[in-house]
């Protein structure tokens, strides 16, 4: 069983930067694929970004490629999104998901989630 937790979260200037962290609990986190999603109100949660477990392969969603980067330390069980010229559409609740196979990008493959962190962009 894995618990995530995310920080980072904030309130940041359009065009600028922020960090995310997925830390997670578990002996075996190496072994799982960890996502970010994110999730605006009135809107549906939608898949941001992936990473494979040993962290050789990534996948984004079109929307931030180029400015969005996702990485992993499984000595440190964390997950992290580097979220670079942020928008003001890029404002919502990012959360961390965790799984051992299936489709990266759907929400239901996933079977640990965490709390979520708020992103707020300013214009």
């Known amino acids: 069983q894995v618990q995530l937790v995310e920080f980072g979260g904030g309130l940041v200037q359009a065009g600028g930067s922020l960090r995310l962290s997925c830390a997670a609990s578990g002996r075996t986190f190496s072994n799982y694929k960890v996502g970010w999603f994110r999730q605006a109100p009135g809107k549906e949660r939608e898949f941001v970004a992936a990473?494979?477990?040993?962290?050789?392969?990534?996948y984004y969603a079109d929307f931030v490629k180029g400015r969005f980067t996702i990485s992993r330390d499984n000595a440190k069980n964390t997950v992290y999104l580097q979220m670079n010229s942020l928008q003001p559409e890029d404002t919502a609740v990012y959360s961390c998901?965790?799984?051992?196979?299936?489709?990266?990008?759907?929400?239901?493959?996933?079977?640990?989630w965490g709390q979520g962190t708020q992103v707020t962009v300013s214009s």
């Open positions: 998901a965790a799984t051992v196979y299936g489709n990266l990008y759907k929400p239901a493959q996933y079977g640990y």
């Open positions: 990473i494979s477990s040993s962290g050789s392969s990534t």
